[in-house]
């Protein structure tokens, strides 16, 4: 338990993230709609840290997607 808590206070916080998500929705009246997106952040230091992510969808058969970046 003593090492185990040494190892945690030195942890330090994480500096990349992935993330997944998806969203189905299915209807009686039209065709399915879908919404997927993937996002990763990563840091340099606690102060500087960047962001992308990418989203799609698809409405009626119709397919779109857009890319955001941040500093």
Known sequence: M???AGLISV???PRHEMR???DNDLFNFTSA?????ASLVF???AA???KFRRKFYERAG???GKF???H
Request: glycine share 20%; charged share 25%.
């Open 11 to 13: 942890r330090g916080e």
């Open 43 to 45: 840091a340099v230091d």
């Open 68 to 70: 955001s970046g941040a």
């Open 33 to 37: 709609n879908h919404d997927g997106w």
């Open 48 to 50: 500087l840290g960047h």
């Open 2 to 4: 003593e090492a185990r």
């Open 20 to 22: 997944f998500g998806q």
């Open 62 to 64: 119709i397919r779109a």
